[in-house]
């Protein structure tokens, strides 16, 4: 998936920023477009290591310099994070007030949409600095990655602190296990899973994988579904395990007397309103459209691919265990997106197109919708109570970044930071827990 390449150097200028929600361009920006937010505090950060930091020291014996270069850096990263922070703050207060265009951030950062929570930035850069060890580095300045991680824990924080954290969503492939891979019962992240409904929040897999059969997530979620099964959760907890399929199309949730220990949740259960507008007809036209647009690209670069049209997805896939290069997949995402958008049904009807890793689809709907339709299943969860955790955040062919319209996210990596934010999530609830303690 997009993911696996490093991030710090794939990164495009239409960057989005992990708690707020920056909104891709209509067009591809200029050479000469204005940074993404996370581009533009690296850009902030990058002065005071340019300014404090000491390559030459390599040639000193003297841990001194090094040790003062690493207190001074840290004072000045932090000094800037806090500032930063500062400004979503005011932000927030514009969003409150209804003049967001007029807050300070949005006049630097044109692009910064809303944030459903404040980010402890200052308080994260330092908790991130202790494990990173971010300001004794001398040669590498802060990158992109230490910001995603920061940017994580300021959200975790702030979740812990405004509490409590009802709702879990995630991504499948990439997120809770290896890409194309399956949940198998030794993954390491079950237990984290099966200690956070244990805690009463609700847990939902969001994924792209859209299916009518409950069979066939059995196959791809066995070794969640069989602990929670075993486990010694009580029933309500183990019903707040849901699964939501075809980005917003296929709800299932956990039912122990079912054979697959799935139960097919009907539509009209849990769509919002808005998406009962969305008809029979539209999404047929949609759906054409994209076969279409895909048929095309096809074509055009002379792929080895097979069209595959579902109820609510059409897309292709690799003929004979071909492999697609990621700019084919890419080139196929773009083209298709701005076919779609420049269409009438495309304004009608909300859609996702995005690169598998090894294929392409559409999708009606996005995660956004599938987010909000789990908080309305589980009784109108807010958006400052829910945290989407996912690895697409990165370019136009990337599923989850549409989350961010919907609540708070994380942006991982691999299924091993998946269970590293789960264990700070852990740490920092127990931390806070004890500070409030202290005070009683």
Known sequence: MTTRYR??????ARTILTEGVFRLPAKLPSVDAPKGPVEWIKGLLAVPFVLHSQPTAVYDESRGDVNQMASTAHR?????????????????????????????????????????TPLLLEEAFVYQDRKRFISSRRFVAPSFNDLRLTLNTAQIMSLVRSGPLQMITFDGDVTLYDNGESFTDDNPVIPRLLSLLSQDIKVGIVTAAGYTDAAKYYDRLHGLLDAVQASKLNSQQKQGLIVLGGESNYLFKFNSSELYLLEFVPRNEWVLDEMKLWTEGNITEL?????????????????????????????????????????????????????LQASPVGKRVPFCAF???NDVFVDIGDKSWGVLSCQRFFGGIE????????????????????ARLACTTAWIASPAETVQLLDELKSLGKMEEERRGSWN
């Not at 991030?7 to 495009?12: G, N, R, S, T």
């Not at 005011?90 to 944030?115: M, N, Y």
């Not at 955790?389 to 549409?402: R, Y």
């Open 383 to 402: 958006g400052s109570k829910s945290l989407h955790i996912g690895d697409q955040f990165l370019s136009a062919g990337a599923n989850d970044f549409k």
């Open 355 to 357: 690169n598998g890793g």
């Open 76 to 116: 000045r990263y932090a000094e800037i994070m806090r500032d930063v922070e500062e400004l979503i703050n005011e932000h927030i207060a514009h969003q409150k007030a209804g003049t967001s265009e007029r807050s300070k951030l949005k006049l630097l950062v044109p692009s910064v949409g809303t944030f459903f």
């Open 7 to 12: 991030v710090e150097y794939a990164l495009k």
């Open 287 to 339: 759906l054409d459209v994209a076969e279409g647009s895909l048929r095309e690209s096809v074509n055009n670069m002379r792929l080895p691919a097979t069209i595959l049209r579902k109820e609510r997805a059409v897309g292709i896939i690799p003929q004979d265990g071909r492999k697609f290069t990621r700019e084919q997949l890419e080139e196929t995402v773009m083209v298709t997106q701005a076919i």
